[in-house]
């Protein structure tokens, strides 16, 4: 065994001036030093011997792979100096610009909404995405066989919640987090929850699974509908310029009693009609009105003391009229083309 290894220490040692890259270098290592390598079988061998013998060979192959050890860094740090003095570099030279990025347009109009909301005196709050059916639905005066579900395409999780029941999906809304806000803080409450949502959609130019809403909620003594008339006007003239008018008319949402439609002045053709309004002259946003009574009271609210308003309106809708953009799948693209315009 003692000739084995002082052979084999004489055959690494004439391969390693042989080597001329780290490329052979690594080679080298990999032949002769993986654990299925001789070298290796050698040194797990020792193990068999008698005494005297393991502590003589032992003290040998320590002695060999110390040593061979050394001569493979040496051996690494010779060409790694070899490769640089043969480079050509000129520190006197400018850096390349390195490219930086920069927002999503959806990131950018949301950090204006909230920079608006804020300076109205609301708080920026968030909740979770997988959500449970009670805080999606049953909470926020769904029956179990509303029709209203149906509008809804949802992803069922098939995960137990605490109860250890099967009624896990992915949020369809922001609206979920009303309930929870409310338990979570009482009343009074000024809050907008800006947040993803998903339902099962057929993905087109204006569908997407996955997508953007922001959630508004105002409670107190004395909240009525003017109120909430008078914060949809100020987002309006935020966000499409100081002329821009509302128009609100009647829609049915389960969780608010009475239910409106928010529809803004087109920006585009300042109410003239065009072909992005439908030559209506109207553009619309989002879905309002004042918080059913059941829905305060499942957030633990008292509605004979409180009443307040709620509405939402989805972000991708919002930026793809801002910008004139025409296909909702960009956004989730990861496309640079796209995102550089921004």
Known sequence: MKEKLLKLKEEISNKLLEVKDLAGLKDLEE???????????????????????????GQLANSIKQELTLSLQEAKNSIEKQRVSKEKFDPSLPAQKQETGHLHPLTQIRNEIEDLFHSMGFAVIDGPELESDYHNFTALNFAPHHPAREMQDTFFVDLKNKDEQYDMIMRTHTSPVQIRAMKKYGAPLRAIVPGRCFRN??????????????????????????????????????LYGPNTKLRMRPKYYPFVEPGSNGEYTCFLCSGKGCRVCKYTGWLEILGCGMIHPDVLKNGGIDPKKYSGFAFGFGFDRLVMLKYNIDDTRLFNSGDLRFLKQF
């Open 31 to 57: 032949k002769y030093f993986n654990r299925k390598s001789e070298f290796n079988i050698i040194l797990k061998g020792i193990k068999d011997l008698s005494d005297d013998l393991k502590k003589d060979i």
């Open 201 to 238: 959609e057929a993905t087109d130019a204006r569908h997407e699974h996955t997508f953007y809403q922001l959630e508004g909620i105002v409670i107190d003594k004395g909240i009525n509908f003017s109120h909430l008339k008078g914060v949809l006007e100020t987002v309006g003239k935020k």
